[in-house]
């Protein structure tokens, strides 16, 4: 019986404190425009301020799949620990928000939370982009390649520091493809 209880109280105060945090600095602002087809498919996982659940996160992939409704089926696989430990998969769904040029999402991983989710940054080829959120508690940074050059990856953590966030919490994740040849 408590657990339901204490759970929900977690909840509450998880979206406290990101409204705290976050009341100090602007909402980010996010890209004008995200054509969601091309948006679509794989996007590796370059540098990421973590959830719990990727702390620990090698071969991170975020794959998208727009579906009938408008709504978009998103698979995060990874694994926990070390390139020899098993794959991990999250399964969400993201809303796009209505209005917000498609930038904007509320993904659940389970009912009846949305997490939010901000297209902060989008290359033109649709080869980068960042994810943030308001509360400046997690972001990703993401390519359609498994790394990118040293020079792009620093002025996309440039980025994420003009943003508001603490560089000094973002991990990069390790990548190495293919998986089979480490």
């Known amino acids: 019986m408590h657990l339901p209880k204490t759970f929900l109280m977690a909840c509450g105060l998880l979206v406290v404190s990101a409204c ?3 009341s100090s600095l602007p909402p980010i602002k996010p890209v004008a425009h995200v054509d969601l ?3 679509m498919g794989t996007w590796y996982v370059i540098a990421t301020i973590p959830t719990r659940f990727e702390n620990n996160a090698y ?3 975020e794959t998208y799949k727009l579906q009938p409704d408008g709504n978009v089926y998103t698979a995060f696989r990874f694994h926990n620990g070390s390139y020899d430990n098993p794959v991990k998969a999250i399964h969400s769904t993201g809303f796009v928000k209505a209005g917000s ?7 659940q991983v389970f009912w009846p939370i949305k997490a939010q989710y901000i297209v902060a940054y989008l290359k033109d080829d649709y080869s980068q982009t960042i994810v943030a959120r308001d509360a400046r508690d997690y972001t990703w940074i993401m390519a359609r390649t498994p790394t990118i050059s040293q020079a792009d990856y620093d002025a996309l953590i440039a980025r994420v520091k003009q943003m508001g966030y603490s560089i000094s919490d973002v991990r990069k994740v390790p990548q190495a ?3 089979n040849a480490r």
């Not at 040029?101 to 993904?107: Q, R």
């Open 20 to 22: 705290v945090q976050a």
């Open 37 to 39: 087809p091309r948006f």
């Open 59 to 61: 071969n991170a992939v």
């Open 101 to 107: 040029g498609n930038a904007v999402w509320g993904v």
């Open 177 to 179: 493809w293919p998986e």
